[in-house]
């Protein structure tokens, strides 16, 4: 026969409360919101995915580039927009071209076709950021780009700066 467990709800509760604070724990779930809804809204605007809406507003606002340099304005992996940007050339939305000055450097520009996809999206869009703009003020929106400047910054330094001996000690005796 089985013992009857029994659910703490005040527990569950207070750990639920913890985990609210908990950024690590947040963080995931705040980005699989922000690129869901980013998802619903290009839908509505042609069906863009995430990747080529932010590389042709990148390229509209700021005109032909690297793929490093579109990977450092989105925050992104190299190697996420060198497999995307193949697609979006047969799409038509940009072409790509070997830089003249460095061989190992492509550069990526708009084309029309890109264009006419960005202006389609680009008003859903806007609306989205005029809504978050309902949320948030301009100076929360930018105290708050701040404090994940710093958890950036945070998590790029190595493991080895934070780890006390003591800790790392610890765990190699596990």
């Known amino acids: 026969m089985t013992e009857q467990v029994t659910i703490d709800a005040d527990q569950v509760r207070a750990r639920m409360e913890r985990e609210g604070l908990n950024i690590f724990?947040?963080?995931?779930?705040?980005y699989a919101a922000s690129r869901t809804q980013?998802?619903?809204?290009?839908?509505?605007a042609g069906g863009l995915s995430v990747v080529e809406w932010r590389t042709l507003w990148d390229l509209v606002e700021a005109g032909p580039m690297t793929i490093r340099d579109l990977a450092a304005i989105q925050r992104a992996d190299h190697s996420?927009?060198?497999?995307?940007?193949p697609d979006m050339r047969e799409k038509g939305f940009v072409a790509m071209q070997r830089s003249s000055r460095d061989a190992r450097q492509t550069i990526v520009q708009i084309t029309p076709?890109?264009?006419?996809?960005?202006d389609r999206a680009a008003p859903v869009m806007a609306h989205r950021r005029a809504a978050l703009r309902d949320v948030f003020t301009e100076e929360e929106i930018r105290d708050f780009a701040g404090y994940l400047d710093r958890l950036e910054q945070f998590l790029r330094i190595p493991v080895?700066?934070?780890?006390?001996?003591?800790?790392?000690?610890?765990d190699a005796a596990k």
């Open 80 to 85: 996420l927009l060198s497999r995307a940007l």
């Open 113 to 118: 076709k890109g264009r006419a996809a960005y």
């Open 25 to 30: 724990a947040r963080l995931p779930a705040v």
């Open 160 to 170: 080895e700066q934070l780890v006390t001996d003591d800790i790392a000690g610890k």
């Open 38 to 44: 980013s998802r619903k809204f290009l839908d509505l």
